[in-house]
């Protein structure tokens, strides 16, 4: 059973930045995708961002120039998500979802998750 927390989140202005971290424990494997999701007010889950083991990224097209998610190559276990340039748009509860496969992202996602953070709120104000 793997374990996601994840951290980094608050409120912001427009034009504001903020990092999210995604911390991974318990039965992990090296081989690993990635994907952070978020779901804003009244919207369906929506996939952001993802990255897989071997570096491999993919970004939603809303958020392609402003978002970079990044892992800490020293651990297979925590993943980043940069944040710039943050609109109120961007206002949402943000997960992280982990396969201990290494999918290849596509679209912001990867294939599949088995398992889930209990999310984090992002808060941009105009």
């Known amino acids: 059973q793997v374990h996601l927390v994840e951290s980094g989140g608050g409120s912001v202005q427009a034009g504001g930045s903020l990092r999210l971290s995604c911390a991974a424990s318990?039965?992990?494997?090296?081989?690993?995708?990635m994907t952070w999701f978020r779901q804003r007010p009244g919207a369906e889950r929506e996939g952001v961002a993802a990255?897989?083991?071997?570096?491999?990224?993919?970004y939603a097209k809303f958020v392609q120039g402003r978002f970079t998610i990044s892992q800490d190559n020293a651990k297979n276990t925590r993943v980043y998500l940069d944040m710039n340039n943050l609109q109120p748009e961007d206002t949402a509860m943000y997960y992280c979802?982990?396969?201990?496969?290494?999918?290849?992202?596509?679209?912001?996602?990867?294939?599949?998750?088995?398992?889930w953070g209990q999310g984090i709120q992002v808060t941009v104000s105009s």
């Open positions: 979802a982990r396969a201990e496969k290494s999918w290849a992202p596509l679209r912001g996602s990867c294939a599949e998750a088995s398992s």
């Open positions: 990255i897989n083991s071997y570096g491999t990224s993919s």
């Open positions: 318990g039965s992990t494997r090296s081989a690993f995708c």
